[in-house]
């Protein structure tokens, strides 16, 4: 393994010369971009991305490099965070228990593992909350808007409680009953005709 490394530094290190530009002082070229002004950063700065270089060279997971070298071609350092965060979420994903959350995580990002474990956190939160959730008019409200999102059945019910509260209190019988007649099922729009009425 570490033969094929030093085969595939050397070959990258022709292809730069080939170029007019070996990698060293490419990255050299970025450190300066970055701190023009600063030399002592500079040579941190290229210490840390020489090292994060060679760490890319030598890792084993395609499609987490693919992801890495993607979102950032030019800086090596932010490779190897994003590499290493994807090789974790792939791991974390791979310990999921909700298959139904699971399934809502990989539809949305089918190719992004970081992002998959972002959706599958929040979109189980908003699960939990909505089966905790009281109001049951106000739960089928959500659910007839968002069959299949969790996280915005929770906004939805949220938005609809606060409304539906907003519109046991108000004063005004008259804007209330139109507000009701124009939006019977919906609380959010009912408040947002009232208030209408009002001004």
């Given at each position: 393994m570490r033969h094929l490394s030093r085969v595939i530094i050397v070959t990258i290190a022709i292809i730069g010369f080939c170029y007019g530009q070996s990698i060293?002082?490419?990255i050299?070229?970025?450190?300066?971009s970055e701190y023009p002004n600063d030399s002592k950063m500079q040579e941190y700065i290229y210490d840390k991305q020489i090292s994060a270089y060679r760490f890319m060279l030598s890792v084993s997971d395609r499609e987490a490099k693919d992801i890495a070298t993607t979102?950032?071609?030019?800086d090596y350092s932010m490779?190897?965070?994003i590499y290493e965060k994807q090789v974790a979420a792939k791991r974390y994903n791979s310990t999921l228990q909700d298959a139904d959350?699971?399934?809502i995580a990989t539809r949305e990002y089918p190719?992004?593992?970081?992002?998959?474990k972002y959706v599958y956190d929040k979109q189980l939160a908003a699960k939990r909350y909505m089966e905790s959730s009281s109001d049951r008019e106000v739960k089928g409200i959500a659910l007839r808007e968002y069959p299949n999102d969790y996280s915005?059945?929770?906004y939805v019910y949220d938005k609809q409680l606060s409304a539906k509260e907003y519109m046991s209190r108000v004063s005004n019988q008259r804007a209330k009953s139109m507000a009701v007649r124009e939006y019977p099922n919906d609380y959010s729009m009912q408040k947002y005709v009232y208030d209408r009425a009002l001004r």
């Open positions: 060293e002082s490419q050299r070229g970025f450190a300066r979102e950032y071609p030019n490779q190897k965070y959350v699971k399934s190719n992004d593992p970081s992002m998959q915005m059945q929770k």
